[in-house]
Nanobody, 123 residues
């Protein structure tokens, strides 16, 4: 089992920044891919960014140039630095672990999920 815990959400004004953290523990590995997803009210969950076990990254088009995903393998932690936040970024953000080296943009392929952290961006 892998436990996943997100932190760092909150309320921020448009144009502001937040950094989300995701700590994985238990039977985890620094070689596992990890991803950030989000779900806004009334919408389906969508991928935001992902990072492979070797550090390759993927970004959804709507966050390119604004968000950065990174990982600290010694801590089994992944970060999502969010800059230039917009009201439409308001959502619950989830971290997920895929027990494989390569990331996927499909949530179905992720094996472990955190409880989510709320990000609210005011206009």
């Amino acid at each position: 089992q892998v436990q996943v815990v997100e932190s760092g959400g909150g309320l921020v004004q448009a144009g502001g920044s937040l950094r989300l953290s995701c700590a994985a523990s238990g039977r985890t590995s620094s070689r596992y891919a990890m991803g950030w997803f989000r779900q806004a009210p009334g919408k389906e969950r969508e991928i935001v960014a992902a990072i492979s076990g070797r550090g390759g990254t993927y970004y959804a088009d709507f966050v390119k140039g604004r968000f950065t995903i990174s990982r600290a393998d010694a801590k089994n932690t992944v970060y999502l630095q969010m800059n230039g936040l917009k009201p439409e970024d308001t959502a619950v953000y989830y971290c997920a672990v895929e027990t494989g080296e390569y990331y996927s943009d499909s949530e179905a392929l992720y094996d472990y999920w955190g409880q989510g952290t709320q990000v609210t961006v005011s206009a």
